[in-house]
């Protein structure tokens, strides 16, 4: 079954820097396009970042662009995300996701999710 497993969230302050990365397993990893989403307490989740199969076409939400970096391993089966200057805005729970094609048009539905981290940025 296909599995999804974040890690790499925390606590930081306000300028730092984390990386999150998502191992995934139980289907083929080239096959799909892979996304970040984050959740707000009170609010919705929405998408962070999003990453084609072969990790040659990315894009972000605008808030995090210039700041945070989606990137693959397909050796390796595992998804990063590399957030720096990091904001008190950025505070959330941060989900892995696969979506439902190979290209990142797939990731506006996503059909598996992993648990999810915690990311909490300190003023």
């Known amino acids: 079954q296909v599995v999804l497993v974040e890690s790499g969230g925390g606590l930081v302050q306000e300028g730092g820097s984390l990386r999150l990365s998502c191992a995934a397993s139980?289907?083929?990893?080239?096959?799909?396009?892979m996304g970040w989403f984050r959740q707000a307490p009170g609010k919705e989740r929405d998408l962070v970042a999003r990453?084609?199969?072969?990790?040659?076409?990315?894009d972000y939400t605008d808030s995090v662009k210039g700041r945070f970096t989606i990137s693959r391993d397909n050796g390796k089966n595992t998804l990063y995300l590399q957030m720096n200057s990091l904001k008190p805005e950025d505070t959330a729970v941060y989900f892995c996701?696969?979506?439902?094609?190979?290209?990142?048009?797939?990731?506006?539905?996503?059909?598996?999710w992993g648990q999810g981290t915690q990311v909490t940025v300190s003023s």
């Open positions: 996701a696969r979506c439902i094609s190979s290209g990142t048009a797939g990731c506006a539905s996503p059909n598996y």
């Open positions: 990453i084609n199969w072969l990790g040659s076409s990315a």
């Open positions: 139980g289907f083929t990893f080239t096959g799909y396009a």
